[in-house]
């Protein structure tokens, strides 16, 4: 049967592809990647062998990715979960690995051969508008090179100078790990185009020739902040910082959750400790080197019940969760609409630049349902990427790299949509929510909040927010924190919102972030508030599930129907991505359902 599907699939996208060649001209070969299986299961190997075999057969026998005739290249990924199955690939220019156009597919696994003949049709016009396109667009100039240079410089710096003083790594492993994010890194260990200020806790990365160089320093309570182009170090003084003392408790002698003290290891009877081991391994154990887990943490009843890290790593290794700040930025903002500070289905009621003369901006009637829900119907800059996590752009690359207001940056777009009618996954509407908190909270309130609020009051004492130059918090992806730290914060959503008797989060407010946002109807439900939901399509994991998702595979899965919360830190990098459902589903194979007991 495998056999069959296989040879019917490369006859499917063998005429397909061959029409293209015909169609198109012959500017540049085409190399076809192995397909990566996203579900881990090697069961499923055969479709991705039959994939990428039939695409190869046709567009480029015995080409490579390394001979020098290769112009293009196809990846993709496939992932199947019960009788479902979701195909994606992404035509790439191999010269400058920029993505021409993605593609994706899914339905059921029984419809497979018009699967693939969709994804070939596809694949047959992307190419076809790509290669006319691309040799005009390489005869222009491209006007943002400097700020894309800008950009990257930033970007190394931040990331080091955090590496190095916010979470206490050595240059050697910054090297070795968190940098392998960067398509160039600038340098090695050994030295290079970079200063480390190792007394004003400051990194400058490049050498000034045509770029500035670009600088971030550590501050107080914050993390590393970038400095604008040509700031000097002198500017250090004047950028923000958070210096509220923390709570008296020692966490390491205050016992879990409240601190870190942990006085048994024992598992409850009920719980497979092996296979908890196997899930802990299928983690640590993955065949990709692009996936880095740094970290597991699972709790089950509110106890540790699995923990475990990465050479290099420990409990208090504090490490970027990129994406996951975004559940935080919503927890947080919640707790002000509790307040009747903010008002769901209210207008954000900020200013949007440049203001209308007339006073009839459309961008007014925006809400903060819209804005959680990434329905604002603004544009959207997250398109600007040459490599996965690697913002090149002019827009919110400019803001987390190089200086630039985050919120201004953020309410500067412009409306094309409906509000409330296009799901669209965009930094800038996360911090379109959390400058109208700013708004209302005022200035002192505001900068202490997060710790006042929430962080002092569960135990979550290694966790720094980042925010740029001009004090805006940066909460759609720069906090820095260890696993145990958002242990505690999915167990606070486990447990309903309390805390030591006292609720922080309304019963109101967690079933808002765990409702699906309208605009995904069309995309399987998988997005409610700023947290992530099991997709539709996907069943071998608890439909009450939910987690934050941050790049470099950075999760917290909250499982109300166990009562567990798994926490997975990491540092991957590339384009295979780790798969949060499938890691769930493996961790849960050791526990019955507390219901059950």
């Known amino acids: 049967m495998k056999k069959l599907l296989i040879g019917l699939v490369a006859i499917t996208l063998l005429s397909t592809f061959a029409l293209a060649r015909q169609q198109t001209d012959r500017s540049g070969s085409v190399a076809v990647l192995p397909f990566a299986n996203i579900s881990g299961d090697p069961v499923d190997e055969w479709i991705g062998e039959g994939i990428a075999e039939a695409v190869s057969v046709d567009m480029a026998i015995g080409v490579t990715e390394s001979e020098e005739s290769v112009r293009w290249l196809v990846r993709g990924a496939y992932q199947r979960a019960g009788t479902m199955i979701r195909i994606t690939a992404a035509l790439v220019e191999k010269a400058t690995d920029d993505t021409v156009d993605t593609v994706k597919v899914d339905g059921e696994l029984s419809n497979l051969f018009a699967l693939q003949d969709e994804l070939g049709s596809r694949l047959v016009t992307i190419l076809g508008e790509a290669r006319p396109r691309r040799v005009v667009e390489e005869t222009t100039y491209n006007y943002w090179q400097h700020q894309q240079q800008m950009v990257r410089q930033g970007q190394q710096a931040t990331m080091m100078c955090n590496g190095l003083f916010t979470s206490n790594r050595t240059l050697e492993q910054l ?50 902040i970038v400095l604008q182009p040509e700031q000097t170090l002198e500017g250090i003084k004047d950028l923000p910082i958070v210096s509220l003392p923390y709570p008296d408790d020692d966490p390491a002698s205050t016992p879990w959750p409240q601190g870190d003290l942990v006085t048994s290891s024992a598992l409850p009877s009920y719980v497979d400790g092996e296979a908890l ?7 640590f154990g993955r065949e ?86 990434m329905s604002s119907g603004l544009a959207t800059d997250n398109g600007w990427r040459s490599r996965f996590g690697e913002l090149l752009g002019i827009d919110s690359g400019l803001s987390y790299w190089a200086g630039a207001s985050s919120a201004l940056g953020a309410r500067t777009r412009a409306l094309i949509r409906e509000p409330g009618t296009n799901w669209d996954y965009e930094n800038y509407d996360t911090l379109l929510a959390v400058y109208a908190m700013r708004q209302v909270l005022g200035e002192e309130v505001y900068r202490e909040f997060p710790r006042t609020a929430l962080f002092d009051k569960i135990g979550m004492q290694n966790t720094l927010v980042g925010s740029d130059r001009f004090g805006d918090f940066v909460l759609s992806s720069q906090i820095y924190t260890n696993a145990r730290d958002l242990g505690r914060f999915g167990l606070l959503y486990l447990q309903n919102g309390v805390w030591n008797d006292e609720r922080l989060i309304s019963r109101e407010w967690i079933d808002f972030v765990r409702t699906p946002a309208p605009a995904t109807s069309n995309r399987g439900n998988m997005y409610g508030g700023q947290f992530w939901l099991v997709p539709d399509d996907r069943d071998d994991v608890p439909k009450d599930a939910y987690l934050t998702s941050g790049n470099r595979g950075n999760y917290t899965v909250i499982v109300p129907t166990h009562d567990v919360v798994i926490v997975r830190r990491g540092l991957d990098y590339g384009r295979g991505g780790f798969d949060q459902w499938s890691l769930t589903r493996e961790v849960l194979k050791a526990f019955e359902r507390p219901t059950e007991q």
Request: a negative charge; one cysteine or more; glycine letters at 10%.
């Open 175 to 224: 090297f070795e790990q968190e940098l392998r994010l960067l398509r160039e890194p600038i340098g090695t260990a050994s030295g290079g185009d970079y200063e480390v200020d190792y007394d004003r806790k400051a990194v400058i990365v490049g050498t000034g020739d045509g770029v500035p160089k670009m600088r971030a320093a550590f501050r107080e309570g914050i993390g590393c």
């Open 277 to 283: 081991q196997e899930a802990s391994d299928w983690a």
């Open 288 to 373: 990709s080197n692009e996936q880095i887990t740094t970290g597991l943490l699972v709790l089950h009843r509110g106890d540790i019940v699995h923990e475990r890290y990465a050479p290099g790593f420990d409990m208090s290794t504090r490490t970027r969760t990129w994406s996951t700040a975004k559940s935080i930025a919503s927890t947080l903002i919640g707790m002000v609409v509790d307040e009747g500070k903010l008002s769901l289905d209210e207008p954000l009621g900020i200013s949007f630049p440049p203001e209308s003369v007339n006073g009839d901006d459309p961008r007014s009637i925006i809400t903060l349902r819209h804005v959680l829900n």
